[in-house]
C-alpha cells in the first residue's frame, strides 16, 4: 500500500484491533488487492486525501450471501475522502 501513495499528499489511517482473526490468504493476491483499491482511492482524490483502513472480525450467522458459508471472518474496509464515482459511470 506504501508504494501506491508514495510521492502523494496522502494521509494513511490504519484500524486494526489487537485480537484480530487468523486468516487464511495468499499474501501476494492481498497485497496486490490492497495495493490496486489504494491506487484508484489515490486517482479518485487528484493525490491528495485521506484513507482509512479498518479490520474487524465478523461472523455469518445466516445465507443471506450463497458464496459466503456461515463462519467467522475478518472484514477489512477501506475508504476515501475522494468524490466518488459519478452517476453517469454507477451502470
Known amino acids: 500500500m506504501n508504494s501506491a501513495i508514495r510521492g502523494f499528499k496522502i494521509q494513511c489511517e490504519f484500524d486494526i484491533p489487537e485480537n484480530l482473526l487468523p486468516v487464511e490468504i495468499d499474501p501476494w493476491l492481498i497485497k496486490h488487492a490492497l495495493h490496486n483499491v489504494t491506487l ?18 465478523i461472523e455469518r450467522k445466516d445465507k443471506a450471501d ?18 466518488g464515482i459519478s452517476k453517469e459511470h454507477m451502470g
Do not use: F, L, Q, T
Open 40 to 57: 484508484n482511492a489515490v486517482e479518485a482524490m487528484n493525490g491528495r486525501g485521506h484513507i482509512r483502513v479498518h479490520c474487524e472480525n
Open 66 to 83: 450463497p458464496d459466503m458459508a456461515a463462519g467467522r471472518y475478518v472484514k477489512i474496509s477501506i475508504k476515501d475522502r475522494g468524490p
